[in-house]
């Protein structure tokens, strides 16, 4: 079961990946005509530590704590990092939705 969770756990954060790298860009284009001014993607009450502007920290965060998560196998970081994974499908796809 473990070895189940595991596999759909890397191709989430595979997809998620692949679509912060295209939500990234799309974030610098609107920069570059000064229409995304925000600080960051997340609020401060979000369950992620870091704080950027663009997806690719959240995802690298999300990368470490599966890492993390992988020699631990303790079930609250798994909770967490599910948490984590649903947030940033959810945000992505918003932000598709927005500017397609």
Do not use: G
């Amino acid at each position: 079961m473990t070895k189940a969770i595991e596999q759909q756990l890397i191709e989430n954060i595979s997809v998620i990946l692949k679509k912060s790298l295209t939500a990234d860009a799309t974030l610098a284009d609107l920069r570059s005509k000064e229409k995304a001014s925000f600080k960051a993607v997340f609020t401060a009450d979000s369950p992620f530590s870091s704080s950027a502007d663009t997806f690719q920290p959240y995802v690298e965060e999300v990368a470490d704590d599966l890492l993390k998560w992988q020699e631990s196998k303790d079930q609250a970081q798994l909770i967490a990092l599910v948490k984590k994974i649903e947030q940033l499908f959810t945000v992505l796809a918003n932000f598709e939705q927005s500017y397609n």
